[in-house]
T-cell receptor
Framework: DAGVTQSPTHLIKTRGQQVTLRCSPK?????VSWYQQALGQGPQFIFQ???????QRGNFPDRFSGHQFPNYSSELNVNALLLGDSALYLC????????????FGSGTRLTVV | GQQVMQIPQYQHVQEGEDFTTYCNSS?????IQWYKQRPGGHPVFLIQ?????EVKKQKRLTFQFGEAKKNSSLHITATQTTDVGTYFC???????????FGSGTRLSIRP
């Protein structure tokens, strides 16, 4: 039973570029949440997708957008990259009405230069 | 907005000593979860507490949820080197709302 899969694992981009990160949730999970984790900090909530719609959003600018596909997989897009966007981006899947915690992927380490 | 704070930020203990991290929310929570993140790894779900005053144990780990459902603690008895990592609490205001993570407590251990 596959857990949460994220790709790519590492990425280096230049300021101003755009990036797309991908996530496949754990089998049986229908909800995907994205988090940004800076070094030494706790994960910061970006947004959550359920039934292909953004359901909740954290304090992130519109440069951060996402999508969820019919197979529950998800993408995180970041436009006009800034140096401050360098972080570990974590995808977490869960069951919408479930009582268990989130299952996290190993993350994508994004470096903006 | 909702904030979840954790103390201490760091804790360095001798192997065999106990360890406690405390979590406080600015708002009443529906439930609270605890995660462990090993160095270089990703958060791994440990447990969820739902009821006021709830206490749960996992081997040497004891988790408590405050009576007012605004604070929580994690206590590790007789730490081992395998306990090294950062422990995060994460709270949600309702069953379907987003989970907000605390800043974490990083535990390091002297063998």
């Amino acid at each position: 039973d596959a857990g949460v899969t994220q790709s790519p694992t590492h990425l280096i981009k230049t300021r101003g570029q755009q990036v797309t990160l991908r996530c496949s949730p754990k089998s049986g999970h229908d909800t995907v949440s994205w988090y940004q984790q800076a070094l030494g900090q706790g994960p910061q909530f970006i947004f959550q997708y359920y039934e292909e719609e953004e359901r909740q959003r954290g304090n992130f600018p519109d440069r951060f957008s996402g999508h969820q596909f019919p197979n529950y997989s998800s993408e995180l897009n970041v436009n006009a990259l800034l140096l401050g966007d360098s972080a570990l981006y974590l995808c977490a899947s869960s069951i919408r009405q479930g009582s268990d915690g989130y299952t996290f992927g190993s993350g994508t380490r994004l470096t903006v230069v | 907005g909702q904030q979840v704070m954790q103390i201490p930020q760091y804790q360095h203990v001798q192997e065999g000593e106990d360890f406690t991290t405390y979590c406080n929310s600015s708002t009443t929570l529906s439930n609270i979860q605890w995660y462990k993140q090993r160095p270089g790894g990703h958060p791994v779900f440990l447990i969820q507490l739902v009821k006021s005053g709830e206490v749960k144990k996992q081997k040497r780990l004891t988790f408590q949820f405050g009576e007012a459902k605004k604070n929580s603690s994690l206590h590790i008895t007789a730490t081992q080197t395998t306990d090294v990592g950062t422990y995060f609490c994460a709270g949600r205001k309702s069953s379907a709302s987003k989970i907000i993570f605390g800043s974490g407590t990083r535990l390091s251990i002297r063998p």
